[in-house]
């Protein structure tokens, strides 16, 4: 496979993970350009394979998304390793003709024999000097930018996240914690976790940005329903029907919460066989 072939390869794959997980939260490019560091037209370029995509725009829809970001990095480390040219075979290596000597060969150096052995801190001063070149030099090529500006590390990995939620407080009622970016990276804590007696994990989650709260679950089968119930009787549901929602993470809709914690929340999980499970 050629070079570009595996660039046009590991690229695609990339682009086309991203744009499934982009769908599945709803989220216009205007909104991601809202809620990122990146703007609408480089997003338009990185979903459609246009431009290499940065580490932290791949964490940041992986959160918007409430997927977990393994398998969307695995593949843009091979995308990446592709558009750095990292991933390249190795150039064979040429011979090398020796040139045909014209004239005397160049004089040995003189060689003293007045000049006794090197002192021994001469040679230790010596060798430390060639040791801290070769770190120098070694540090010279971790942190030297490339031709587009970003560290060698990795595309756009020196740009910081942006926070800016699309609700706050009594506004997140009811909404959807992806599709108002309430669970991005430092934006949320887990308050409290259960593992159903099936597998079901549900997990209470706060948006500090949002000030809110929800359940994400996974796990779930067909028929299991979740209940976020809050002190004052709002509650939130969420329940699969069919294979929707089944085998991947999903989210009740948000309940405002801006008192301290989430303090008397309750999580309810009602299974489509088995006992009601409660806790918080």
């Not at 750095?84 to 024999?113: D, F, L, Q």
């Not at 942190?143 to 506004?171: F, L, M, S």
Request: charged content about 20%; proline content about 9%.
């Amino acid at each position: 496979m050629s070079t570009v072939t595996g660039v046009a390869t590991e690229c695609s794959r990339l682009a086309a993970a991203l744009r499934e997980l982009r769908e599945s939260t709803g989220l216009s490019l205007a909104a991601l350009a809202a809620r990122t560091p990146y703007s609408k037209s480089s997003w338009e370029r990185y979903l459609n394979g246009k431009k290499p995509v940065p580490r932290q725009a791949v964490e940041a829809l992986c959160a918007m998304a409430g997927e977990p970001p393994g398998r969307l990095l695995a593949l843009w480390e091979l995308a990446d390793a592709a558009w750095s040219g990292r991933s390249a075979p190795p150039r064979p290596a040429r011979r090398v003709h020796a040139a045909r000597r014209v004239g005397p060969p160049p004089a040995p150096h003189p060689v003293h024999a007045s000049a006794g052995p090197v002192p021994r801190h001469r040679r230790w001063w010596a060798a430390a000097a060639a040791g801290a070149a070769v770190l120098l030099g070694l540090g010279v090529l971790i942190v030297a930018p490339r031709g587009d500006g970003t560290p060698a590390g990795g595309a756009g990995t020196g740009e910081a996240a942006i926070r800016n939620p699309g609700c706050t407080g009594v506004t997140c009622e009811g909404k959807d914690p992806k599709t108002m970016g309430c669970g991005g990276t430092g934006m949320v804590s887990t308050v409290a976790a259960r593992t159903g007696g099936d597998g079901q994990r549900m997990e209470l989650r706060r948006g500090e940005d949002c000030r809110a709260v929800w359940v994400r679950a996974s796990g779930l089968r067909p028929g299991d329903r979740v209940e976020l119930r809050m002190p004052d009787g709002r509650t939130q549901h969420l329940a699969t029907t069919g294979r929707q929602g089944v085998g991947t993470y999903v989210v009740t809709p948000m309940a405002a919460a801006d008192g301290p914690g989430a303090s008397g929340a309750r999580v309810c999980l009602m299974p489509a066989r088995g006992e009601r499970e409660c806790f918080g």
